[in-house]
């Protein structure tokens, strides 16, 4: 994308459960692993309350890519409710491919509490991909007329 | 095609007298050829409006949600895809199974009048039935084909014409269920590279006017309030353009996910053309593949794919 | 009277200055879109989507606002200045857009933005030869293959396209472009046999007189409970009505930038009279079809003294569960009459 902006940064959103993936970004800010500041964090109390409408409002409302992180499967701190969300997005994962979005752009990844790194880790690697593929435009509303 | 009107209304007279029914749904001629609308009879006397004929095309599951608030039991006649959409609904809970009554009619496949219309032209259309075939009679001329060459796509690949879990089923021949390849669309789709698949679903997309008329088909589209009709939070404003049109069949296709009984409704039903089913066909394959085979609407206790699961689920997310 | 080959279209359209807009293949069927080099379509009757949506979008930007800080710019947004073509649409669709302009632009409020287009734009109208079966225009007045006012009439002689301009920007149009010879004698005369033998193809037939009336008088018939009940409240019907004019306003933003727009909104959805408090005057489907039909059969005959349907016949055509206007009109006569 040589039209970008050298200086843009990608809006990445990410979805943490409260019980891991949240306590994991904490970990990360504690430990002062440095990541790129690309991400703004939308604490859930597990990752299965996120509901596939709110991925897609991110992208609506202009976030370039999104991340839903919760804890491992097994570990859920309601002992299932990422299972259900494992089978979601999956689904989701694939229908939003099948469309022509850049499978990047939207990632699910399982985090628990004491993986500081791995978040700081997601997160690069994230911002990274997004950037190679540049702004998203896809599915954002508000400011397009088919006119 | 007579016999089986005939037998129609003599059922539903008879079970409105025994007081299984107080009231049927069926289909009657619609004021054009290719229109076999769907119809209420109140009493006895009215049996005579209902039809069969190989226009019967909507789907009737739909209308039972509304009629759940009237008193005593409803009857129903029901094709295959009629009664894996009332097990939806009995499944969600959207209606109750003791307040309908439901009599199948072994599907021999509907046609799509465009296909007829192509062979013989519009206007003054008859169809015959011939010993292997029908007779097509129009002001292009007269042609004899088989229905399948006329039959709706749907109907080419349903899987199941005939009717489950009915209370009782009228003698009849339903067509051969396919057992092909029902996702071959969607295959070819999956090979383009990501961009084309964009471009295709842009173009197919922005025609879509947003008259939700493959909603209020759906009978996997059963929810009381949609989250389209709702002000507060608002989740999709009324401009259609691209982006919106997208984000409402991606989402509508998640909230029918596992859940889709494939009668392909939605494509019928669309003024604009859109292949939807290209969308519903996409996800019940993606559901089969990663949790197992499932089709919905075949059991009214079914387990639904995305209201379960297994803790040894196919894991990408790492 | 003029005529023009049919093979010299494209230097017709490429001759117009402004959008032209031609039916194109689109779907299932056909749809007004811009002209971009394609040819004249041999099989096209009528779009699917009317052409209202030219002069009225489905979704038409009112101003655009940006936020940067403390400043808000707010641009209002215009209809463009250049002219527009709509070449062939019908004659039902042209008097549609006469009914149109009754409600955008007549009496004390003006539509700003509707006006500006329509002045913008010249309706050439495609005589139709042959009605499709849902066609019942002559129900309401109309004839087929003539719309009275419309800038230009056209026919469609085979090789030839007669033009009869009707309006004095019409003729001025015509006059300007050079592609046009005088009509023959023997083509004057196949138009006028054209357009009596159009009528004929017109075969659905709608009762309108004394239905206003009828209606008025029966508005808490139980006939409208059974016409509801089958309907499934898409919007199909009210959307790709030529008539149907009703719109929402609303806005939406992204990172600072968006705009206030109007989009099409439908009688049918369950939300569209609904007030603030919860309260909603047409509780359910009933209020709902029965508004459609009222707004079509009585209410634009109270308030603009025309009927508000031209017998287009798209809803027929289109709804899911075969709604059926002119059978209503029918049942109407025969069952409230008693």
Request: some cysteine.
């Amino acid at each position: 994308m040589s039209s970008v902006d050298a200086d843009w940064k990608p809006l990445i959103v990410g979805f943490c459960c409260n019980w891991c993936s949240y306590a994991g970004a904490d970990l990360a800010g504690i430990g002062r692993m440095s990541y790129p500041a690309t991400i703004r964090i939308i604490r859930v109390p597990c990752s299965g309350r996120v509901n596939p409408h709110f991925v897609i409002r991110a992208f609506q409302k202009g976030a370039d890519g999104v991340l839903v992180a919760g804890c491992h499967p097994g570990d859920c701190h309601y002992s299932t409710g990422n299972f259900y969300t494992r089978r979601r997005y999956l689904l989701m994962q694939r229908l939003l491919e099948y469309m022509g979005i850049e499978p990047a752009r939207f990632q699910v990844r399982w985090i628990s509490a004491a993986e500081g790194a791995k978040f700081a880790q997601v997160v690069t690697q994230m911002t990274e991909e997004i950037q190679a593929l540049g702004p998203n435009k896809k599915l954002r509303g508000g400011c397009t007329c088919n006119e | 095609m007579q016999r089986m009107t005939d037998n129609m209304r003599k059922r539903a007279g008879e079970l409105m007298a025994e007081g299984k029914a107080d009231r049927f749904l069926g289909w009657e001629k619609g004021s054009f050829w290719w229109q076999s609308p769907p119809v209420e009879i109140k009493e006895a006397s009215q049996t005579e409006r209902l039809i069969w004929d190989l226009f019967c095309t909507a789907n009737l599951a739909k209308y039972l949600q509304q009629m759940q608030s009237l008193e005593g039991k409803t009857g129903v006649f029901v094709k295959g895809c009629d009664a894996r959409g009332i097990n939806r609904l009995v499944r969600d809970g959207a209606i109750d199974r003791d307040k309908v009554y439901l009599v199948g009619i072994p599907c021999p496949g509907m046609i799509d009048p465009d296909k007829v219309r192509e062979l013989v032209g519009d206007g003054q259309v008859t169809i015959a039935p011939l010993e292997d075939g029908l007779s097509l009679q129009g002001p292009l001329g007269e042609r004899k084909v088989t229905l399948d060459e006329v039959a709706l796509d749907k109907c080419l690949l349903c899987r199941h014409p005939e009717p489950l879990g009915c209370d009782e089923v009228l003698e009849g021949k339903a067509r051969e269920p396919f057992t092909g390849d029902i996702y071959e669309e969607v295959r070819e789709l999956e090979e383009l590279g990501s961009d084309e698949r964009y471009d295709y679903w842009a173009e197919e997309l922005s025609r879509c006017i947003r008259c939700y008329a493959c909603r209020n088909v759906c009978p996997a589209c059963n929810c009381v309030k949609c989250v389209f009709d709702m002000d507060q939070p608002n989740w999709l404003d009324g401009a259609t353009n691209l982006a919106n049109n997208q984000v409402y069949q991606l989402i509508r296709f998640m909230h029918v996910a596992g859940r889709c009984i494939d009668c392909g409704e939605c494509e019928r039903a669309c003024p604009m053309g859109i292949p939807l089913r290209k969308l519903a066909a996409k996800v019940d394959k993606d559901v089969n593949e990663l949790f197992g085979p499932f089709e919905a609407g075949l059991d009214p206790e079914e387990k639904l794919p995305l209201g379960t699961f297994d803790p040894n689920d196919p894991d990408s997310f790492e | 009277m003029k005529a023009i080959a049919k093979t010299a279209l494209p230097d017709l359209f490429a001759a117009l200055k402004g959008r032209v807009y031609v039916p194109v293949r689109e779907g299932k069927g056909y749809g007004f879109a811009l002209w971009q080099g394609q040819d004249w379509p041999a099989d096209y009757q009528n779009t699917i989507v009317p052409p209202k949506q030219i002069l009225f979008p489905q979704t038409e930007d009112l101003y655009t606002f940006r936020v940067e800080g403390e400043d808000i710019t707010i641009d209002p947004a215009a209809p463009p200045e250049e002219p527009s073509f709509i070449f062939g649409l019908r004659p039902c669709d042209y008097r549609a857009i006469e009914l149109l302009d009754l409600v955008f632009r007549q009496g004390p409020y003006l539509d700003a933005s509707y006006s500006k287009r329509r002045d913008n734009t010249f309706l050439m109208v495609l005589g139709c030869k042959e009605g499709l079966p849902t066609c019942f225009c002559t129900s309401f007045g109309l004839e087929p293959a003539f719309a009275p006012g419309a800038d230009w009439n056209m026919w469609d002689l085979g090789e030839i396209l007669v033009v009869e301009p009707g309006t004095d920007k019409g003729k001025e149009l015509l006059e300007g472009l050079g592609l046009f010879r005088e009509a023959t004698e023997e083509e004057k005369s196949q138009v006028e046999k054209l357009r009596e033998e159009a009528k004929a193809t017109i075969t659905l037939h709608a009762p309108t007189e004394g239905i206003t009336e009828l209606l008025q008088e029966n508005f808490d018939h139980p006939l409208w409970d059974e016409v509801a009940r089958k309907c499934l409240e898409c919007g199909a019907c009210t959307y790709l009505c030529p008539t149907c004019h009703c719109y929402d306003m609303q806005s939406s933003s992204v990172l600072g930038q968006g705009r206030r727009f109007r989009c099409w909104d439908s009688c049918m959805y369950c939300n569209y009279t609904l007030m603030a408090g919860g309260h909603n005057p047409r509780p359910s489907k009933r209020e709902r079809v029965r508004n459609r039909f009222l707004h079509k059969l009585q209410y634009y005959p109270e308030n603009q003294g025309e009927f508000g349907c031209v017998g287009c016949g798209r809803c027929l055509q289109h709804c899911p569960v075969h709604m059926d206007i002119s059978r209503f009109m029918a049942q109407a006569k025969e069952v409230m009459a008693k």
